[in-house]
């Protein structure tokens, strides 16, 4: 089965503490994305990536890191310098039509991460 | 600069009712537009979306949606509600380089 997964579903953080979230796809898409969605807010993009080994910040990048080495994988960082981590984190993907703008992303089922 | 407007944070409709969730969106290039839906604690499901091959767009679920240029809407609709349709619903319009720009979302409830 085809799919993106994300884990944990739950993850606890304590201050201070760098917390990483997990994003795997077998689609063989190319872009990755993570958002963060908080109640009232819509999706806010935090980083994307649309090749391995290159990534570019979204609208809320302060706070959080990544990485992409493998084409499959594309892990989100919260790192303690982000105040406000409380939220549900979804990791997406999309299939490579470049530049059209046309991609479906495809959503993962998502972590909710909570402050101790 | 793309934005997405969508009226309306709550929508409660009657079972067997006409849904109606309203999307009115900005953009300086020809859009394509999304309507996702998410059920609780999940990720987001795509229901339809325009690619400009043809303004009404037909999804999954009984869904639809029609791209009306001069109003620059997008409204989704379901001529008739059923309880497994509660859940929120995001709107969203594509950039060229395939960044998503999310509406706020509209929760529906539907009432037995």
């Known amino acids: 089965d085809g799919g993106i997964t994300q884990s944990p579903k739950y993850l606890f953080r304590k201050e201070g503490q760098n917390v990483t979230l997990s994003c795997e796809q077998n689609l063989n898409h190319d872009a990755m994305y993570w958002y963060r969605q908080d109640p009232g807010q819509g999706l806010r993009l935090i980083y994307y990536s649309q090749i391995v080994n290159d990534f570019q910040k979204g609208d809320i990048a302060e706070g959080y890191s990544v990485s992409r080495e493998k084409k499959e994988s594309f892990p989100l960082t919260v790192t303690s310098a982000q105040k406000n981590p409380t939220a549900f984190y979804l990791c997406?993907?999309?299939?490579?039509?470049?530049?059209?703008?046309?991609?479906?992303?495809?959503f993962g089922p998502g972590t909710r991460l909570l402050v101790l | 600069a793309q934005s997405v407007t969508q009226l309306g944070s709550h929508v409660s409709v009657s079972e067997g009712a006409l849904v109606l969730l309203r999307c009115n969106y900005s953009s300086s290039v020809p859009p394509y537009l999304f309507w996702y839906v998410q059920y609780p604690n999940q990720g987001l499901q795509l229901l339809l979306k325009?690619?400009?091959?043809?303004?009404l767009v037909k999804g999954i679920n009984g869904f639809e949606a029609e791209f009306k240029k001069s109003e620059t809407s997008f409204h989704l609709t379901k001529p008739s509600a059923h309880m497994s349709d509660a859940a929120e619903y995001f709107c969203a319009v594509s950039s060229n380089t395939g960044k998503l720009i999310f509406g706020q979302g509209t929760t529906l409830q539907v009432k037995p």
């Open positions: 997406a993907s999309s299939p490579p039509v470049a530049g059209s703008g046309q991609e479906t992303q495809y």
């Open positions: 325009y690619t400009s091959a043809a303004t």
